[in-house]
């Protein structure tokens, strides 16, 4: 299984980026970026899954259609990652979906398998939280759009993580494979990857994921750089360390087996002792690189 996959090798069909369950080896997450030129328009049926619809660049309207009716939500999106939190909806599984763009742009469909069948929602960029997470340069910054207490899935969880140049984040790395009541969930992951250039050089990062005992021992160093993408069945991830002079942007995604929706982890326990250092160290002044409309970052 290769579990490290550069821009163009997860693409399928219509799709960049084509992660489906079957494919990762896995039964829950998934995760589908597309491409939309000017005018253009994509149509999916989210068949047993739940997804999100989340502009990474530009901005559509999404169209979703079941047995009971239609609802249209008019997402504004954004002109990159790097530049604004974004608005985003909420498909539910058994229903079809026409996304369209005007003005062209790029789209994350973010996605889990799931039983209940939630109503279909516009997530406006005002309720995102911006959360800092640790300090020096284990500084980044975390959009919890799809975070677990924040928004309600029936099992998806997705979050977007930007780090900067020359920083480390998923650090210390962590592992949520195991089901350990309180202490740990068991959840697959994704990492998409996009990177900021200088002066016309594309940026680029490093991705590691170390064996934890469990699963498939999943074992991943890898370079990474746009359009890439790292699964992670089981294992301890990180860190991400995004090279000097280029922010760093990934989403995450995931979703598992348990009967709670939770994002519960644990710590390698060789670098453990780093968050106790992060209260005597100021959170790198690059950041928040931007926050919601009307909100402070927490």
């Given at each position: ?85 974004s608005d985003f ?40 939280p911006v959360e ?23 099992r998806l969880i ?141």
């Amino acid at each position: 299984m290769t579990y490290h996959l550069p821009a163009g090798k997860a693409a399928a069909g219509p799709y960049a980026v084509d992660v489906t369950p079957e494919r990762a080896g896995w039964a829950h997450s998934a995760l589908r970026v597309l491409d939309l030129p000017p005018g253009g328009a994509h149509t999916f049926d989210s068949g047993d899954s739940e997804w999100i619809v989340l502009p990474l660049a530009g901005g559509c309207t999404v169209a979703v259609a079941d047995g009971s009716g239609r609802e249209t939500f008019e997402l504004t999106g954004r002109p990159d990652v790097f530049s604004g939190v974004s608005d985003f909806a909420y498909v539910p599984r058994d229903a079809r979906t026409t996304v369209t763009s005007p003005g062209g742009g790029r789209f994350a469909l973010t996605g889990a398998r799931c039983e209940r069948r939630l109503p279909a929602r516009y997530g406006p960029a005002s309720s995102v939280p911006v959360e800092l997470r640790g300090t020096g340069n284990c500084s980044r910054q975390v959009n919890n759009f799809g975070a677990a207490d924040v928004f309600d899935c029936d099992r998806l969880i997705a979050v977007e993580v930007i780090t900067p140049g020359g920083n480390w984040s998923s650090f210390p790395p962590h592992k949520h494979d195991e089901h350990r009541p309180g202490e740990e969930s068991v959840l697959e992951e994704i990492y998409y990857f996009e990177f900021a250039g200088h002066e016309g050089t594309p940026g680029l990062g490093y991705q590691r994921v170390s064996p934890s005992g469990r699963g498939r021992g999943t074992d991943v160093l890898a370079e990474v750089r746009d359009g890439d993408v790292v699964l992670i069945p089981d294992g301890w991830h990180g860190p991400s360390m995004a090279v000097p002079g280029h922010h760093m942007y990934y989403l995450n995604v995931m979703a598992g087996p348990g009967a709670e929706r939770a994002w519960l982890i644990c710590d390698h326990p060789d670098h453990a002792w780093i968050r106790d250092t992060w209260p005597g160290q100021p959170v790198d002044p690059r950041l928040p690189l931007y926050t919601a409309p009307g909100r402070s970052p927490r």
